[in-house]
């Protein structure tokens, strides 16, 4: 008798860790992710950014944007109270290409954008 092993109900979750380091000249932030394009594959994935070391602690997350407008696959978010780290869940339901606009601030009030790709690849063998 041969058992057929059921899928995990167990999300896809994605740690994405976020560096946001002052340019030399003291204008902006350098920012980037790791990974920096992001590969979904599993319906109703959980995606949390975080920012870390060596980002200054002044540093945190605001709302981010994402394109295209009107998309039905990353939802709302929350983010988290000392603004280190942000959550999200992607529907993963279409196939497709999402920009996340990540937002963070320092404590100027200056705003930078960084803009990780979120590749939606839907598991259709279920």
Not at 43 to 64: E, K, R, W
Request: aromatic letters at 4%.
């Amino acid at each position: 008798m041969s058992t057929i092993a059921s899928r995990s109900v167990v999300p896809q979750t994605t740690i994405v860790q976020v560096v946001a380091v002052k340019k030399p000249d003291g204008n902006g932030y350098d920012i980037r992710s790791f990974p920096n394009r992001i590969v979904v594959d599993s319906n109703d994935a959980v995606l949390i950014f975080q920012l870390v070391d060596p980002t200054s602690a002044d540093v945190v997350f605001l709302p981010p944007t994402v394109t295209p407008v009107g998309q039905d696959q990353l939802s709302t978010l929350a983010i988290s109270r000392d603004g280190k780290r942000l959550l999200m869940s992607d529907l993963d339901s279409v196939s497709g290409i999402y920009h996340l606009i990540l937002r963070v601030k320092d404590a100027s009030g200056a705003i930078y954008t960084h803009d990780p790709e979120v590749v939606n690849r839907p598991d259709t063998t279920r």
